[in-house]
C-alpha cells in the first residue's frame, strides 16, 4: 500500500507499506548486492537508519544458491535484517555481467560470470527465485537493450518486457497463493509471503518518447504494485537522462510508487525526486567511498532549498567532494566533514583516513563507507523534511 | 608502577599503571600494526574491551611518517585511543621485514621493504621515534638472531642488544626531561611524557639457557620498568618455548610486569600465565580471522581450571577452532560460538559468514576478527577472575 500525504509542485512525500515495516519517501535503498552492503553488517545498516536494502537476484543465485535461499528461510533470515527488502530481476546482471547466448521468447540463456556454467532465466524462474528470497518489493523480468542499441532493439526489447511482464504478474499472483513455510525461519520471523511482497514493473524504452509512453501505458494496464524507470543513467547525455525520466512520470499514476532504478549523484536525486519520483538505489556512495571519495556538505543539509537544488542540477552548489587518497590531507587532523556526525567524522580526522587508505587497511573502506551512505540518507531526510515544511 | 595483589603458584594478577589508564594484569595487546587493529576502529577496540594495543614503529616510521606522528600529536590522538599503547622498538620488523644491510655496534642500515629507500635505525633513534608517537610502554631497540642461528651469533646479538638496551635506558631518561608538546594534541589530551612512559628491556639468548640467564640479569643491573620475554615463538620446538620461558622468568624481578612477545595459541597464554608471565600480543586471533579460522569455547570460560589446563598444553580441551570457508558450514544457521555474544554469534548464523567469506565480502574478515579478538579478552578476563578466585 502507498500513499501520499504531502506534494509540492511534483515532489511526493508518501509512505510505502510493506510486511517488514513502512517505508517513508522519497527514499534511498543501499545496495546489499550479496547479501551484505560492502563492508557492512546488517545491524550497521540498522544504526545509520536505513529503510530498505536493495538485493541482487543473480548473485544470490549463483552464491549461496537457491537452494540454501529457501532452506536458509530467505535474506532476512539469513543476514538478520528485519526491515524491507526489494530484489531485482535478475536480469539486468544476466544482460550486463554474465556471456549472453541467446535471448528467445521463453527467457535467456546464459552462462555464470564466476564458473562459466550454463544457466537460464525466464520471467517465471526470476520470480520463484525471488519468492526464495523473500523479497517484500520484487521487479519484474526485463529484457534490458544495450545504451547504445537501434529503436528497433529498444522497441523490441520493450515490447518483449512488456509480454514478460504479464507473465510476472500471472506467476507471481499464483505463487502468492502457497505461503512459504515459516518452519525454516530460525532467525528472524517474518510474515507469510502471502502478506508481503508486492511486483513492480519496468519502464524501458531507451531515450524514444513513444517507445517509453507505451510501455508506461502497457504496464498500467496489465497493473504493478509500483513503476520503475529503467534503462536509464547508463551512459546517456545528462539531459537526455532528466528529460525521459520527466517524461515517463506523466504516464504513471499517482497513487503507485516510483522508482528510478541504479541513479544518482546527489543532484540527479534531487532532480528526480523534484519530477515525482519516490524511490532510488545507486552503487555511487559506497563504490566512491572505497575508491576514497567522500561527500561534504557546503552547507547545513536542512536549510538546502530544494527547489533551487533541481533547476541548478547541472551545478550544484550543496555539496563537494574530496578525495580522500590525496597527500593533501596528510597533515590535516580536522574531520573530514564538520557538518557530519557519523562515525568516521566524531572520531577521527581526515590524515588518519588517508592514512588508512595509503595502508590499505580495511578500516579505510568501512569508515569512508559509513560516511558516504550517511551523507545519503541524511540527504533523502532532509528532502522529506523540506517536502512537509 | 606495576602492583601484584594476587599470586596463585607462580601465576600472577596485577595491575599496570600507565598515564592512559590502568591495565589489569594478565593481559592481551591486540596488534594495531599500522595504527589500527585490522578492520576495526579504535571505538570497536573500546567496546571489545581491550584495556592496551601494540602498534608498530617500523611500519609508523614508513608510513605515515614520524614527521606526520609528530605533527599530528603521537598515535593517541591520530587513531583517537585514549588508553595505553605500547610500541615495539622496530628492531624486530627490520630484521624481518626490509632488506637488512648492515649491523654495526651503531646500529642497522636497511632498506624499506616498501619501495627500497636506505634507512637506519639505532637504539636512539628508535627511543625518539617511540616519543614521537608517544606510547605508554617503549621497547629498547635489540639485535634479533634468526630463529637458527649460532650459539656464537646468539651470544653475539644476546651481548649487543644488552649494551643497545644500556644505550635506550640513557636516552630515554634523557629524553624525559623535555616534556611533548600538548599544543599539536588536537583530538584527545594526553598527559606529558614525563609522566607517562614506561621502557622495557627484552631478554634474548635463543634456546641457551646460560645466554638468557646473562641477557636477564644484565638487564635487571641496569633496571627496567618491564621485562620482555624476547626471541621465542620463532620456529623453535614448543618444548623448548615453554622451557625457555619459565626459565627466563627465575632472573626476572617479582615487582616488574613481564611480557612473552609474539606469542600464542590459547593454551601457550594460560601455559605461560602459569610460570608467572603477564602481558601478550600475537597475530594468531586476527591474522586467523582473516583466513576463516574461529575460536570456540568447549565450556563456559569461567569454568576452565587453568592449572589443569596449564598442564595440557600440548592437548588442549577448553576450546577448539572452526573453519568458517568450509562448505560443511552452508547451511548452519546457528551461531558459530553458542558461548559466545559478540556481533558475529549474537547476529548471524555460520552459513551467512561462509557466505561472506565466500564472496570475499570484507564484512567477513571484521566479524571473524570481533569474534577471535573476543575469544581472547575473555580468555584473560577468565584467567584473571580465576586467579582471584
Same mark, same amino acid.
Given at each position: 500500500?502507498?500513499?501520499?500525504?504531502?506534494? *509540492?509542485? *511534483?515532489?511526493?512525500?508518501?509512505?510505502?507499506?510493506?510486511?517488514?515495516?513502512?517505508?517513508?519517501?522519497?527514499?534511498?535503498?543501499?545496495?546489499?548486492?550479496?547479501?551484505?552492503?560492502?563492508?557492512?553488517?546488517?545491524?550497521?545498516?540498522? #544504526?545509520?537508519?536505513?529503510?530498505?536494502?536493495?538485493?541482487?537476484?543473480?548473485?544470490?543465485?549463483?552464491?549461496?544458491?537457491?537452494?540454501?535461499?529457501? *532452506?536458509? &528461510?530467505?535474506?532476512?533470515?539469513?543476514?538478520?535484517?528485519?526491515?524491507?527488502?526489494?530484489?531485482?530481476?535478475?536480469?539486468?546482471?544476466?544482460?550486463?555481467?554474465?556471456?549472453?547466448? *541467446?535471448?528467445?521468447?521463453?527467457?535467456?540463456?546464459?552462462?555464470?560470470?564466476?564458473?562459466?556454467?550454463?544457466?537460464?532465466?525466464?520471467?517465471?524462474?526470476?520470480?520463484?527465485?525471488?519468492?526464495?528470497?523473500?523479497?517484500?518489493? $520484487?521487479?519484474?523480468?526485463?529484457? +534490458?537493450?544495450? &545504451?547504445?542499441?537501434?529503436?528497433?532493439? !529498444?522497441?523490441?526489447?520493450?515490447?518483449?518486457?512488456?509480454?514478460?511482464?504479464?507473465?510476472?504478474?500471472?506467476?507471481?499472483?499464483?505463487?502468492?497463493?502457497?505461503?512459504?513455510?515459516?518452519?525454516?525461519?530460525?532467525?528472524?520471523?517474518?510474515?507469510?509471503?502471502?502478506? %508481503? %511482497?508486492?511486483? =513492480?514493473?519496468? +519502464?524501458?524504452?531507451?531515450?524514444?518518447?513513444?517507445?517509453?509512453?507505451?510501455?508506461?501505458?502497457?504496464?498500467?494496464?496489465?497493473? =504493478?504494485?509500483?513503476?520503475?524507470?529503467?534503462?536509464?543513467? +547508463? &551512459?546517456?547525455?545528462?539531459?537526455?537522462?532528466?528529460?525521459?525520466?520527466?517524461? /515517463?512520470?506523466?504516464?504513471?499514476?499517482?497513487?503507485?510508487? $516510483?522508482?528510478?532504478?541504479?541513479?544518482?549523484?546527489?543532484?540527479?536525486?534531487?532532480?528526480?525526486?523534484? +519530477?515525482?519520483?519516490?524511490?532510488?538505489?545507486?552503487?555511487?556512495?559506497?563504490?566512491?567511498?572505497?575508491? &576514497? /571519495?567522500? @561527500?561534504?556538505?557546503?552547507?547545513?543539509?536542512?536549510?538546502?532549498?530544494?527547489?533551487?537544488?533541481?533547476?541548478?542540477?547541472?551545478?550544484?552548489? =550543496? !555539496?563537494?567532494?574530496?578525495?580522500?587518497?590525496?597527500? #593533501?590531507?596528510? @597533515?590535516?587532523?580536522?574531520?573530514?566533514?564538520?557538518?557530519?556526525?557519523?562515525?568516521?567524522?566524531?572520531?577521527?580526522?581526515?590524515?588518519?583516513?588517508?592514512?588508512? =587508505?595509503?595502508?590499505?587497511?580495511?578500516?579505510?573502506?568501512?569508515? #569512508?563507507?559509513?560516511?558516504?551512505? /550517511? @551523507?545519503?540518507?541524511?540527504?533523502?531526510?532532509?528532502?522529506?523534511?523540506?517536502?512537509?515544511?
Amino acid at each position: 500500500m502507498f500513499k501520499i500525504f504531502q506534494t *509540492k509542485n *511534483k515532489s511526493r512525500r508518501g509512505q510505502l507499506v510493506t510486511a517488514h515495516g513502512t517505508i517513508e519517501t522519497p527514499c534511498f535503498m543501499p545496495i546489499a548486492t550479496k547479501g551484505a552492503v560492502k563492508t557492512l553488517s546488517s545491524k550497521d545498516m540498522e #544504526a545509520l537508519g536505513a529503510q530498505i536494502l536493495l538485493s541482487n537476484t543473480y548473485h544470490l543465485m549463483l552464491r549461496p544458491g537457491m537452494e540454501a535461499m529457501a *532452506k536458509l &528461510g530467505g535474506l532476512h533470515a539469513f543476514m538478520n535484517w528485519n526491515h524491507p527488502i526489494l530484489t531485482d530481476s535478475g536480469g539486468y546482471q544476466v544482460f550486463s555481467l554474465s556471456r549472453l547466448n *541467446k535471448i528467445s521468447e521463453d527467457g535467456v540463456v546464459f552462462q555464470s560470470h564466476l564458473d562459466g556454467s550454463r544457466m537460464h532465466l525466464t520471467p517465471e524462474l526470476s520470480m520463484q527465485m525471488q519468492k526464495a528470497i523473500g523479497s517484500d518489493i $520484487r521487479m519484474q523480468f526485463d529484457d +534490458v537493450a544495450a &545504451g547504445d542499441s537501434s529503436y528497433e532493439r !529498444y522497441e523490441d526489447a520493450m515490447e518483449r518486457s512488456l509480454r514478460w511482464a504479464k507473465r510476472c504478474k500471472e506467476h507471481f499472483v499464483g505463487s502468492c497463493d502457497d505461503a512459504l513455510s515459516p518452519g525454516q525461519r530460525t532467525i528472524a520471523v517474518v510474515p507469510s509471503d502471502k502478506v %508481503s %511482497s508486492q511486483l =513492480f514493473g519496468i +519502464v524501458q524504452g531507451g531515450t524514444h518518447e513513444d517507445l517509453r509512453q507505451r510501455s508506461a501505458e502497457g504496464l498500467v494496464e496489465i497493473g =504493478f504494485d509500483g513503476y520503475a524507470i529503467g534503462g536509464l543513467s +547508463v &551512459g546517456e547525455l545528462k539531459e537526455d537522462c532528466y528529460r525521459f525520466t520527466e517524461f /515517463t512520470t506523466r504516464f504513471l499514476p499517482q497513487d503507485k510508487p $516510483r522508482y528510478f532504478m541504479g541513479g544518482g549523484m546527489p543532484e540527479e536525486i534531487v532532480y528526480y525526486v523534484s +519530477v515525482g519520483v519516490d524511490m532510488f538505489d545507486c552503487v555511487i556512495p559506497t563504490r566512491n567511498a572505497r575508491h &576514497g /571519495t567522500l @561527500f561534504v556538505w557546503n552547507q547545513d543539509p536542512l536549510t538546502i532549498d530544494f527547489a533551487q537544488a533541481a533547476h541548478d542540477v547541472f551545478a550544484p552548489t =550543496f !555539496y563537494t567532494t574530496k578525495r580522500l587518497t590525496n597527500e #593533501a590531507f596528510q @597533515f590535516d587532523s580536522g574531520p573530514v566533514d564538520s557538518r557530519c556526525s557519523c562515525e568516521l567524522c566524531a572520531h577521527y580526522g581526515a590524515a588518519y583516513l588517508r592514512h588508512l =587508505f595509503a595502508t590499505q587497511e580495511l578500516l579505510a573502506y568501512r569508515l #569512508a563507507t559509513i560516511h558516504n551512505l /550517511t @551523507f545519503y540518507l541524511t540527504l533523502m531526510r532532509s528532502l522529506r523534511s523540506w517536502l512537509v515544511a
